[in-house]
């Protein structure tokens, strides 16, 4: 069973515009929230990560927002740079266990 | 953080044949789990390595096929035994702590099964 849903599926946008990747999670016990970045050839690597009980976290130009009641949670890249071209994946857990992770979202970024 | 390393980084392997996987953990870390990744597909969680004792198969993976090794904090194997083609993918370790949850991944063994 599929307890957290990922979309897009792929997304394209401009340099310096702002991707929104977005995720949904069934089990309300998930208490950690966070979000990979891999590229091609590499293993996920930790990009930011929240917790519920705050609405809003920011890290450098990666931004998450959290919406409990709807149990729903985005990622947001500020100023979007080639580089930035990657696939995310968001992912949940509880009680510092598993992680359940989302269908993934290609991200380009075009110059 | 962790930093977590591999070993292979790649293989080729015949049909029939095993495969040990290595994964190192520069500290120690509570949690260390196996995942496999099929090539532009998420990650799907095949074990979690318990140290000194047997490790715990999600549904779909089991131990004869993917035998896990934990004997300190800081290291595991997998072994993918008896390898088919389908068998082919990209298999994952990742460490963390269950007080913080944060997980950290290592570069991934790409097997290749002809």
């Known amino acids: 069973q599929q307890q957290v849903k990922q979309s897009p599926q792929s997304l394209i946008v401009q340099k ?11 089990n309300t016990a998930f208490d950690y929230f966070p979000w990979y970045q891999q590229f091609p050839g590499k293993g996920p690597a930790l990009l930011i990560a929240i917790r519920p009980d705050v609405s809003e976290k920011k890290e450098g130009r990666f ?14 890249i500020m100023d979007s740079q080639p580089g930035d071209s990657a696939t995310y994946f968001c992912a949940a857990s509880f009680g510092g266990s598993r ?7 290609q991200l380009t970024v075009n110059p | ?27 120690q870390v509570t949690m260390m ?9 998420s990650l799907t969680l095949i074990a979690t390595a318990n140290q000194g004792s047997e490790a715990t198969y999600e549904s779909g993976f089991v131990i004869d096929k993917f035998p896990i090794s ?8 997998l072994t993918v035994s008896n390898m088919s083609p389908e068998d082919s993918s990209i298999y994952l370790c990742s460490g963390g702590t269950s007080l913080g949850g944060e997980q950290y991944f290592g570069p991934g063994t790409r097997l290749t099964v002809t």
């Open chain 1, 16 to 26: 310096g515009g702002i991707p929104i990747i977005n995720c949904a999670y069934e």
């Open chain 2, 70 to 77: 934990r004997p300190n904090l800081t290291f595991s194997t």
């Open chain 1, 99 to 105: 992680l359940t992770f989302g269908e993934g979202t």
């Open chain 1, 63 to 76: 931004t998450i927002s959290f919406n409990k009641s709807a149990k729903q949670f985005s990622l947001h």
């Open chain 2, 1 to 27: 953080s962790a930093v977590i390393s591999q070993k292979p980084s790649r293989d080729i392997c015949q049909r029939g044949t095993s495969l040990t996987i290595q994964c190192q953990v520069d500290s």
């Open chain 2, 33 to 41: 789990f196996w995942y496999r990744q099929q090539p532009g597909q």
